[in-house]
């Protein structure tokens, strides 16, 4: 039985992954300051990860799962905390990759400055180079747009939402912006792999090998509800993120080097079925945004117009 310490551990990706490896069958640490509940089978540290002290002397973890760390700061209150590490993987993004760079982004590419993702992508990077120099047996992974059941974020529940009230659906432009997917069960499929192969790579971009249109997207979370939708184009007069759960920025990763250790993801349209049916019994966890009020203004411009 692995000691695994999560950082965070009650929301979304975090809560995701320490129910992932107590599944698995590992001793699971999550470390929050217990302002929301627990999952079941973890074992809780609470703390502010920013004022650990000594409150993990008394431990030993085999593996360290950082998925909450958003800056340098994040990194090296938890590392120096730690008296020791053996294997540490740090879930960074994709944000890292400046916007100017050739597309799909390689994990070989100079990393910066993203114009649309601001502080955000820069902060993680030096997350991820102080990690690295100071424990290099540490891993990175880049993910794009992270999905599945417990996500709070309104994206696919917008969707859902719509498809459920029988709406139309407003899509920016002509619909063909592309997007990028991972499950995140893949995410902690592949973290798995990481600590069990231990590769001599040490940075991943991970995510599906195909991307889709936002049109194609919004089909599908449609589908997944039983439903079928009728698109409606809006033009650039609009900003897109009154009405849209996506900014306008369209990017892709080459994921050629998580290929080689986990070949097969799960097909969006599946991995949206689950969403939708985690939606359907736990609407208030997700942190709904007002779109509809927009919505509803558009749609009142175009019945005059």
């Known amino acids: 039985m692995r000691n695994v310490l999560v950082t965070g551990g009650t929301v979304f990706v975090s809560r995701y992954v320490a129910e992932y490896f107590v599944k698995k069958g590992d001793r699971v640490f999550v470390l929050n300051r217990n302002t929301r509940p627990q999952s079941e089978g973890v074992t809780l540290i609470e703390c502010d990860r920013h004022e650990l002290g000594d409150k993990l002397k008394q431990y030993h973890f085999d ?165 079928e939708v009728r698109l409606v184009n809006v033009d650039a007069s609009h900003q897109q993120r009154d009405y849209f759960c996506f900014y306008d920025y369209a990017y892709e990763l080459d994921v050629t080097k998580q290929g080689h250790f986990m070949q097969n993801t799960k097909p969006l349209l599946e991995g949206l079925k689950e969403s939708y049916e985690w939606y359907r019994n736990h609407r208030e966890l997700v942190n709904k945004k007002p779109y509809f009020n927009y919505i509803d203004r558009l749609e009142d411009k175009i019945k005059r117009e």
């Open 63 to 227: 593996i360290v799962l950082d998925i909450t760390a958003y800056n340098r700061l994040d990194i090296e209150s938890l590392v120096t905390a730690l008296d020791s590490i053996d294997q540490y993987i740090f879930v960074s993004s994709s944000a890292v990759y400046p916007e100017t760079l050739q597309q799909p982004f390689s994990e070989e590419q100079e990393c910066g400055p993203n114009s649309v993702w601001g502080d955000y992508g820069i902060h993680k990077l030096e997350a991820e180079r102080y990690l690295l120099n100071k424990v290099p047996q540490a891993y990175i992974v880049r993910p794009p747009y992270l999905y599945g059941p417990m996500e709070n974020v309104y994206r696919e529940p917008f969707v859902f939402d719509c498809a459920e009230a029988d709406r139309v659906f407003y899509v920016p432009g002509d619909g063909g912006m592309p997007l990028q997917f991972f499950h995140v069960e893949d995410l902690c499929r592949f973290m798995d792999i990481i600590l069990e192969k231990q590769p001599e790579n040490h940075i991943f971009n991970v995510g599906n090998c195909e991307t889709v249109t936002i049109s194609e997207w919004v089909k599908m979370c449609y589908q997944a509800v039983g439903k």
